[in-house]
């Protein structure tokens, strides 16, 4: 905003002001912005100049992004409904009530992009245009080549407590740096602007690099960094896994965005794992494991039906158990805390029982919004992991023994079969803590589904007898 500094090839921006638009005929002639206040106005520009505000010049930066113009040498399709639907002159007439005197052009930038989002309910093409203006002033304040963006992450990185810490691993370095003309050849700048704005205001928050709080990464860079992070000095693997996710042909998950390339090259998604033992010592081991795996952006499967129900008795303390459900909080605070990297997105931790687990109405409940809160574990996941002996009850309305495994061992180890007779010789033994209708609660397992979406249904058996491990 302001001049525009670079013009687009084969394209005068250097247009006059009041060149006859309708726009310009509001603000200079005798409207509230009239040419006198004008001349006291001035825009900062990102090289530290103050120019006069030219307000004919936010239409002609919104227009050329409509028509295609996005940058140097940079050309994309024309909008869909432009200039039908899309008027770039009520846009730049909703921003200038946020222009005053003093404002930088990249804050004029975002303000353009955030009311072309807001317009967007009246044409789809408006959030494409809020994503162009949006990507366009992040290509302005980043590094024109990926090779130079590498070396500032490097070399640039901030000291904390003494010690210089680049994010990007030296592999990487060392890689781009000796292959820098190569490597940028081959990035294709203009596939930046093939995000919509909530897709791209996405991969602002959480995916692109920062290095002291400001973003200096463009979605180009990340799949370049991505593409050699996973396949390294094989040029060939590297830009076609490029050429690929930049086309959006497929994107790899979230780990390895975030961490491609980087000193911790963590990219598994998810993780499966059982609490250790049912033990103190077991418990927290497993919520460390749970930690270390959530702090680099890993999913979690957690089973959980080894642990003691509610009232059983504890050998070494001579006391009873409070059951899964104080446990799962301490989970459920984790998954908060311990949120993927630093505020990237939420931890993620899925908890799977059996429904012959004696608290299992207890944590049927924990992510009801209704309760009292301290039998509430909101931010976990939750699932049945449900053998056939169940649904064979539910469909006979038969009753279905709760049990303890502390009390009833062997049932989270065995399925199929062996499953249905220790479970059936167990409830012959009397060890049941409790019985039911199996439809009772198959009934409040479809009311905790309605009410919160949750819990997934697996089925036990037929996952173990399709596995192969």
């Not at 210089?164 to 740096?177: A, Q």
């Not at 180009?220 to 050699?228: G, I, N, T």
């Not at 965005?257 to 033990?279: E, I, Y």
Request: proline share 5%; hydrophobic share 35%; charged share 25%.
């Amino acid at each position: 905003f302001g001049r525009i500094e670079r013009g687009f090839e084969g394209h005068n921006t250097e247009e006059p002001i009041g060149g006859g638009s309708k726009f310009s005929g509001l603000l200079m002639g005798g409207g509230p912005l009239g040419s006198q206040a004008q001349q006291a106005w001035y825009v900062v520009k990102r090289n530290g100049r103050h120019e006069p505000v030219m307000f004919d010049k936010i239409t002609t930066r919104i227009r050329n992004l409509c028509e295609g113009k996005c940058g140097i040498g940079t050309l994309c399709k024309p909008l869909k409904g432009y200039p039908e639907y899309i008027d770039p002159i009520v846009v730049a007439q909703k921003v200038t009530q946020g222009v005053h005197p003093g404002v930088k052009t990249s804050d004029l930038d975002a303000l353009a992009s955030q009311t072309a989002a807001y317009m967007s309910t009246e044409h789809p093409g408006y959030s494409h245009l809020a994503a162009r203006i949006a990507i366009s002033n992040l290509q302005k304040q980043t590094c024109p080549t990926f090779s130079g963006t590498v070396k500032m992450l490097y070399e640039d990185a901030p000291e904390i407590a003494g010690k210089r810490t680049p994010y990007l691993s030296e592999d990487l370095y060392k890689l781009v740096m000796a292959n820098a003309e190569l490597i940028d050849s081959k990035i294709q700048h203009s596939r930046d602007f093939n995000f919509d704005y909530f897709g791209f205001k996405t991969l602002e928050r959480a995916y692109l690099l920062k290095q002291r709080g400001e973003i200096v990464e463009r979605p180009q860079y990340m799949f370049m960094r991505v593409a050699l992070g996973i396949h390294g000095e094989d040029f060939d693997a590297a830009f076609e896994t490029y050429d690929l996710m930049s086309s959006k042909a497929f994107l790899h998950a979230s780990p390895t965005l975030f961490h491609a390339g980087t000193r911790t090259p963590q990219l598994s998604s998810c993780f499966l794992l059982p609490v250790k033992s049912d033990s103190i010592q077991g418990i927290y081991d497993t919520l460390k494991s749970c930690a270390a795996i959530s702090k680099s952006a890993g999913g979690i499967g957690l089973s959980v039906q080894n642990i003691r129900a509610k009232g059983s008795y504890i050998r070494g303390t001579n006391g009873v158990s409070n059951g899964l459900v104080p446990m799962l909080r301490v989970f459920d605070a984790t998954a908060r805390y311990v949120d993927q990297g630093g505020g990237k997105r939420p931890g993620a931790i899925a908890v799977y029982f059996e429904p012959w687990h004696a608290d299992v109405f207890e944590l049927l409940d924990l992510r009801k919004n209704h309760g009292k809160e301290e039998m509430r574990a909101r931010d976990l996941f939750y699932g049945l992991w449900i053998p056939d002996l169940f649904m064979k009850r539910v469909e006979a309305n038969g009753n279905w023994s709760l049990m303890c495994p502390d009390e009833c061992p062997g049932l989270p180890d065995t399925y199929g079969e062996e499953f249905e007779k220790l479970y059936e010789r167990y409830e012959r033994e009397g060890r049941a803590r409790r019985t039911v209708r199996a439809q009772e609660l198959w009934t409040a397992i479809l009311d905790a589904q309605t009410e919160t979406g949750t819990p997934y249904v697996l089925f036990k058996d037929a996952a173990n007898r399709k596995s192969n491990q």
